[in-house]
């Protein structure tokens, strides 16, 4: 059974509060229950929202229920990533990351 409590989840009507307005920057998930490397990346993104616990946000936007916020950001394919840090995209990525790859896009990203 796995366990959410690291990693959050918005839709449209709760994004700009939950990532946009975030004290802290946030590692959006654009994923789909229905797609299996979205599923197979969970583990993964439950795994950063650990180590990156206090400093990161880590949220996943289910594209379904996410119309509107899946559009703005220009999201084609799923699983995309989409590092956002005080209102921005800093970077975004598709497809399947390892942890390291993950880890060292927030790293990159993360202010110093």
């Known amino acids: 059974m796995e366990t ?11 994004f700009e509060s939950a990532v946009l ?25 439950e795994e ?3 180590t990156y616990s206090g400093r990161v946000n880590v949220i ?11 559009e703005s950001y220009g999201v084609r394919s799923i699983p995309t990533l989409v590092f956002i840090g ?3 995209v800093r970077e975004t990525i598709s497809g399947l990351a390892t942890p390291d790859k993950l880890a060292a896009l927030i790293d990159r990203n993360m202010p110093l």
């Open 48 to 50: 950063i929202a650990k």
């Open 21 to 45: 307005k975030a004290a802290k920057p946030t590692l959006v998930d654009f994923w789909a229950p229905w797609c299996g490397p979205c599923r197979a990346l969970a583990p993964v993104l």
């Open 86 to 88: 005080e209102g921005k």
């Open 60 to 70: 996943k936007v289910n594209v379904d229920d996410a119309p509107k916020t899946t």
């Open 4 to 14: 959410k409590e690291f990693v959050g989840h918005a839709n449209d009507e709760t």
